[in-house]
């Protein structure tokens, strides 16, 4: 396989456009790129046409616009190019038209309330920041997805939104610094994407896993994750084949596929990418999701991208490595070897520090969701307290520009902005941390809290907005200033005294660190609920309204939408939990029960010892009990539910009162698997699902 040469073969991208394109009309389409501004029809009739020739050849016989609508997955209409002629003829038709503009039905997407049911009308609009690609026999348009009446009913909407404001606050601040070649100022980010691949046969015995993407019961395995021989490990042959299937497709797409490994978790492994501009990273990683899926059933595998599918054992993250860049190719984020340089620098890094301490809630909001909850605070994941890690010596740096004193680390050297050169030192001086909601790992910002199957866009829109606003309330202090140097050096020393308190490069794991937290004054938001609906607090209203990121309509609806899903969630788990206990695992141990009383009954006729019959009877029929009783609890509390209004209240209750029920009819399940013949048992166990892959 020649790499160079399959890569973005299925994508059309600049090299196309080149090759197809007349240069006028290539021109014009660069500069809607690069400007943000709309696409003129005439030229998108032309480029239209050269998508469709391209597509055609490549065999493909349909077009679709490709959105990303609230439901957490892209979703797709797909129409033929054909176009009849008369004479029973067609000939292959695509017009500007339909490549700016489709109109799918929005009725059946959540909304939120936005959207009634007989309100249909939705438009899809093309984005041509992210190049149209061939899926199966389909060109795909990635696009963005509004209401009839203009409000955004998906991600990529939002996220678009709050590049631009984050590009705008940014490229007017840096004209304070003197960067005036500096144009354009863009969000990018690497998203790594971890997952289990489990034997699907083994997958299709366990109705949790087809229903819910989880295992809802399961006693642990004799073997864990405890030898941590699984880390970094051999690919197993069969893994590799898939590991190998997958790339290809990718680079095929033009995703810069870059890193795979085994993960800490028996079967869980990680693919990671090289950056990219955050609203292609997205389109990205949501066809890197799809993909692994389709191709894990090619392979006699399922792909698991719950944040936590089996108790006991690491979940998945999707880690998002964001980083800020301008078109001159500066990253803001990295450290310079000029007074200038650094104290920008210095500047971009205080700014991030700051608008995650002020926004702490709306980025603790950006990763909840009811699969989540269960991996963060765990021993694989950051808890659910937002910190931020800079690493001793950095931090230090930041200390000793506060309190105006020498840093007397390895350059010894007096720190005044834009006077003296900030101390060079290597790129690694620290060691990582796990622990850490929020790292700084040399260039680049690493927010580790999103799950495994979120989208990038709504953790990324809102770090991109909160930044884009102290950007701005930067540029309003130091455009006033008298002396541009002098205030600089004032605002970055109080910046840095202020926001403290969100800096702990400590370890978020240990038993002080949530008591510790609250004494600085950082929030504890554990649960979905808890979190959710601080996306309304007047602050984060006004700062999302401000930079016209969400109206705060669109914010109610959203708050909504991912409470409603949160309720349907672990509604459909405890629903099926109820249907595995009552049919499948009840009926397995009464069997079992049955089998050990008769062999008792024939034993004791020839004077056998029954202590070992006895005991056993004994211990699963009080299990079985248990496990009875805690199922007519949880059925009782499932239809309590029916009568909670407001969808606030209820995800409250399904929080408070379904889980805790929830667990406590596992609890004496996983004892009873423990204890039950194997051939009894009616679902595959943690043993054979984890190992026998």
Known sequence: MNIPEIFGTDVFDENVMQQRLPKSTYKSLKKTIQSGKPLDIDVANVVAAAMKDWAVEKGCTHYTHWFQPMTGITAEKHDSFISPIGDGKVIMEFSGKELIKGEP?????????????????????????????????????????????GEALDKKTPLLRSMEALD???????????????????????????????????????????????????????????????????????????????????????????????????????????????????????????????????????CLLHEKPFAGVNGSGKHNNWSISTNTGVNLLDRGTTPAENAQFLTFL??????????????????????????????????????????????????????????????????????DVLPTFPRDTTDRNRTSPFAFTGNKFEFRMPGSKLSCAGPMTILNTIVAEVLDQFYEKLSKADNFHAALDSLIKETISQNKNIIFNGNGYSDEWPEEAEKRGLLNLRSTPDAVPVYLADKNVEVLSKHGVYTKVELESRVEILLEEYVKIVNIEARTMIDMAKKDILPAVMTYIKDLSETASTAGALGADLTVEKELVTRLSSLAAATYKALGELEEAEAAAADIKTTEEQARYYHDVILEKMGQLRAPADQMESLCGEKYWPYPTYSQILFYT
């Open 350 to 419: 205080v700014a991030v520090i700051k608008a995650v301490n002020d926004y702490q809630d709306l980025l603790r909001a950006s990763v909840a969701s009811a699969g989540n909850d269960h991996r963060l605070g765990a021993n694989e994941a950051p808890p659910a307290i937002i910190s931020i890690f800079l690493g001793d010596e950095l931090t230090e740096i930041l200390d000793s520009l506060a309190e105006g004193h020498k840093y007397e680390g390895k350059a010894k050297t007096q720190m005044e902005i834009g006077v």
């Open 168 to 302: 705008k606050s940014a490229v007017r601040l840096l004209k304070l610094f003197g960067c005036d070649d500096v144009t354009r100022v863009t969000a990018n980010v690497g998203p790594e994407q971890e997952y289990f691949l489990i034997d699907r046969p083994m997958a299709a015995k366990r109705k949790d896993i087809i229903l819910t993407g989880r295992t809802l019961f399961g006693a642990p395995a004799p073997k864990g994750q405890e030898l941590e021989d699984h880390y970094f490990g051999t690919i197993k042959t069969r893994v590799n084949a898939y590991m190998e299937d997958l790339d290809e497709q990718l680079w095929k797409l033009g995703i810069c596929a870059k890193t795979k490994h085994n993960e800490v978790a028996p079967s869980q492994h990680e693919l990671a990418p090289i950056f990219n501009t955050t609203n292609i990273a997205t389109d990205h990683n949501q066809l890197t999701m799809e993909i692994m899926k389709r191709t894990a059933r090619k392979h006699g595998f399922k």
């Open 105 to 149: 039905d929005a009725s059946s997407f959540p909304s939120g309330g936005l959207r009634a049911t007989f309100e249909a009308r939705g438009y899809t609009a093309w984005d041509p920041t992210s190049y149209a690609f061939i899926k199966g026999k389909s060109l795909c348009i990635p696009t963005a997805f509004c209401s009839y009446t």
